[in-house]
């Protein structure tokens, strides 16, 4: 009889085993279902920095290189100016010496004298050839050196000016390039706006701003205008998000300040499409959803699965 008992033992402890493991796989489960979420999050929010300080490298290094071809072709400009003002002076001044060259070679009218005992000599001096003016000379050479200068900077002038309006062609390239990389688009109007709004990913916060110290809530970001320039179309930005004052400078017209703020599965957007002397115009944008309820969305389905019981179970 003592012999059977250790017969008997394994079976019971095999299945108190296999009750106790089927009684630990829905944790197992439920764990590794919250760290595969939490892992995707993860790699979704890399991704998405990734991309966002990729754009903003390539365009600040573009916004920098429009900004010294705008200063060249400024100082270009001024120098055709100047030059043009050199060339109107040198005109004038070529033709009053005109005039005094014409005055001086004009014979005064023949005295008439009844009795004149030398015909030939006053008839040949009425005939003499005019001398040339070496002034005039002069004058005409360094006309001729001006409009060459003046036609050397014209064309460089000309090649600047394509060369800027190359690099603002590639900077809208690349913006572009980025934003289709980052999934995202800009609107540059109302209507745009509402075209976007209309494909419900994202929340959007139109907003109207002068030039001021004070902040004004557009949506999860409070914004503060501290400078604008027409000329060059960019502002000066100061934001509050989650009590976190950040500040931006040179924002260009069209270009999406990327912010990352704490609970955001993607980036805000702060986008301005218009910029005036003392106020600008333009939008936030924010995901529709909170990092912390599409994680719970994602994970609730693997967090608790049912129990499975075995066909032996229960008899």
Not at 255 to 284: C, F, R, T, W
């Amino acid at each position: 009889m003592d012999r059977d008992h250790p017969d008997m033992n394994p079976s019971a402890d095999n299945s108190a085993e296999s009750a106790e493991g089927s009684r630990v796989e829905p944790g197992m489960s439920s764990g590794s279902g919250l760290r595969i979420g939490l892992v995707a999050l993860a790699l979704v929010a890399i991704v998405a920095v990734t991309f966002a300080w990729t754009e903003r490298r390539a365009v600040k290094s573009l916004s920098a290189s429009s900004r010294e071809m705008s200063a060249a072709l400024d100082q270009a400009r001024q120098q055709a100016d100047t030059l043009s003002a050199r060339l109107n002076a040198v005109q004038a001044e070529a033709q009053a010496a005109r005039a005094a060259a014409e005055a001086a070679q004009t014979p005064p009218a023949p005295l008439v004298q009844p009795h004149s005992s030398h015909p030939a000599t006053h008839h040949a001096a009425a005939h003499r050839k005019p001398v040339d003016d070496p002034r005039w000379q002069q004058i005409q050479t360094q006309l001729g050196d001006q409009q060459k200068e003046l036609s050397e900077h014209q064309k460089q002038l000309d090649q600047t000016q394509a060369a800027l309006d190359q690099a603002k062609t590639d900077l809208a390239g690349k913006i572009d390039s980025a934003r289709t990389d980052l999934g995202t688009d800009i609107a540059r109007n109302h209507d745009e706006l509402v075209a976007l709004e209309k494909k419900g990913e994202r929340n959007f916060f139109e907003f109207d701003l002068p030039k001021s110290k004070d902040f004004h809530h557009a949506g999860p970001v409070s914004i503060s205008l501290r400078k604008t320039s027409t000329k060059h179309e960019f502002c000066d930005l100061e934001m509050l998000v989650n009590d976190q004052e950040l500040s931006r400078k040179h924002v260009n017209l069209y270009e999406a300040v990327m912010l990352y703020p704490q609970g955001y599965p993607q980036a805000i957007e702060v986008v301005i499409n218009h910029i005036d002397k003392d106020s600008i115009h333009g939008y936030v944008s924010e995901p529709k959803y909170r990092a912390t309820a599409q994680t719970a969305a994602e994970v609730a389905p693997a967090a608790t699965p049912p129990l499975q019981h075995r066909p032996d179970e229960g008899h």
